[in-house]
């Protein structure tokens, strides 16, 4: 016999328990739902709400507010529109989706907090 043929090696493996010493088939879930909350707790949830934090700072973008865009652009908005942004940054005038927003550094008509 070959000992190195899968059925040699599989014949070798541990047995399987049955009988009153095997464990209720619960007890094997176990495991893996703790490991789904810890994913969610985790990872889900503190993506869910960054999510909404940046939808509600969409929300309230108006124009004369001061914004660093996602590729690093510092600007002051011209005019909103429903899906884009009209952005001044030194002599440059640009047009941009609201979803490349990635902070509001300064709101139109409030006191600089430097």
């Known amino acids: 016999m070959n000992l190195f ?5 599989l014949a070798m493996g541990p047995q399987a328990q049955s009988g009153p010493n095997a464990p209720p088939a ?8 703790l490991l789904v909350v810890v994913f969610y707790f985790a ?14 700072l969409l929300k309230a973008v108006r124009a004369g507010d001061k914004i660093v865009t996602s590729s690093g652009i510092v600007a002051i908005i011209v ?3 429903e899906k884009t942004l009209t952005i001044r940054s030194a002599d440059a005038k ?6 490349a927003i990635a902070e509001i550094t300064e709101r139109s008509g ?5």
């Open 26 to 33: 619960w007890v094997n879930m176990v495991p893996l739902g």
């Open 43 to 56: 990872l889900i949830r503190p993506q869910q709400k960054k999510a909404k934090e940046h939808a509600a």
């Open 5 to 9: 043929s899968p059925h040699a090696l």
């Open 94 to 99: 640009f047009e941009i989706t609201k979803s």
């Open 110 to 114: 409030e006191p600089s907090e430097s």
């Open 79 to 81: 005019t909103v529109k």
